[in-house]
């Protein structure tokens, strides 16, 4: 009996925690959402949420890596992508992520719920005892303590996840944009070279005219 009722006050616990965490939103999803969009004529396009912008999804697509917009009315629902993708619609390996992936926050909201679960299990061992129940003290601090450790740890964890996604999407940004900058830079001198040797003809031209 009172082994039941220490885990009915865990599973309440955990319950409520995690019912707090952050669901997609079909209507208002979240940016930078790896999602799978299901549309009314039966496809599906995946990509990475930008924003919604009135009545439509701006998204970039993960075939065609542009940005690209979506009607409301025409989609179904979203659901969270199997794949998580960079700002150019390319997916990012678990591996790559990982050797990214610090555990700060995870150590933080770790110790940080230990502490708070600890506490609050004092609180609830006190309780259970002034009402009657026979239960250590002891008992719920340390199964609240470990509770408390594993929620938050948890929370931390997936702070150190999305973190280290973030910063895979913004270096391969910054690679991607110099690699274009660089095209651009070398296809204006192009241009530019093209442009003063159609001068120099205009010019040979105007001086064969004028002899």
């Given at each position: 009996?009172?082994?039941?009722?220490?885990?009915?006050?865990?599973f309440l616990i955990n319950v409520i925690l995690f019912?707090?965490?952050?669901?997609?939103?079909?209507?208002?999803?979240?940016?930078?959402?790896?999602?799978?969009?299901?549309?009314?004529?039966?496809?599906?396009?995946?990509?990475?949420?930008?924003?919604?912008?009135?009545?439509?999804?701006?998204?970039?697509?993960?075939?065609?890596?542009?940005?690209?917009?979506?009607?409301?009315?025409?989609?179904?629902?979203?659901?969270?992508?199997?794949?998580?993708?960079?700002?150019?619609?390319?997916?990012?390996?678990?591996?790559?992520?990982?050797?990214?992936?610090?555990?700060?926050?995870?150590?933080?909201?770790?110790?940080?719920?230990?502490?708070?679960?600890?506490?609050?299990?004092?609180?609830?061992?006190?309780?259970?005892?002034?009402?009657?129940?026979?239960?250590?003290?002891?008992?719920?601090?340390?199964?609240?303590?470990?509770?408390?450790?594993?929620?938050?740890?948890?929370?931390?964890?997936?702070?150190?996840?999305?973190?280290?996604?973030?910063?895979?999407?913004?270096?391969?940004?910054?690679?991607?944009?110099?690699?274009?900058?660089?095209?651009?830079?070398?296809?204006?001198?192009?241009?530019?070279?093209?442009?003063?040797?159609?001068?120099?003809?205009?010019?040979?031209?105007?001086?064969?005219?004028?002899?």
């Amino acid at each position: 009996m009172r082994v039941t009722k220490t885990f009915l006050v865990l599973f309440l616990i955990n319950v409520i925690l995690f019912s707090c965490s952050s669901q997609l939103s079909t209507k208002n999803p979240a940016s930078q959402s790896s999602v799978v969009i299901y549309i009314k004529d039966g496809s599906q396009k995946k990509g990475i949420v930008l924003k919604r912008d009135g009545n439509n999804l701006i998204y970039i697509d993960s075939k065609s890596h542009a940005k690209e917009s979506i009607a409301y009315e025409n989609i179904v629902k979203l659901t969270e992508a199997n794949e998580i993708y960079d700002f150019e619609g390319r997916p990012i390996s678990e591996s790559t992520i990982s050797d990214q992936q610090g555990l700060n926050k995870t150590l933080l909201y770790g110790s940080g719920g230990l502490i708070l679960g600890a506490a609050a299990g004092a609180g609830l061992g006190i309780a259970l005892v002034g009402g009657g129940l026979d239960l250590p003290p002891l008992v719920s601090i340390a199964a609240l303590g470990i509770a408390g450790a594993w929620v938050f740890g948890s929370m931390g964890y997936d702070n150190d996840f999305d973190e280290a996604v973030f910063d895979v999407r913004q270096q391969r940004y910054k690679i991607s944009k110099a690699k274009r900058d660089k095209e651009i830079n070398a296809e204006k001198k192009k241009l530019e070279a093209q442009q003063r040797e159609k001068e120099e003809l205009l010019k040979k031209i105007e001086k064969k005219k004028s002899e």
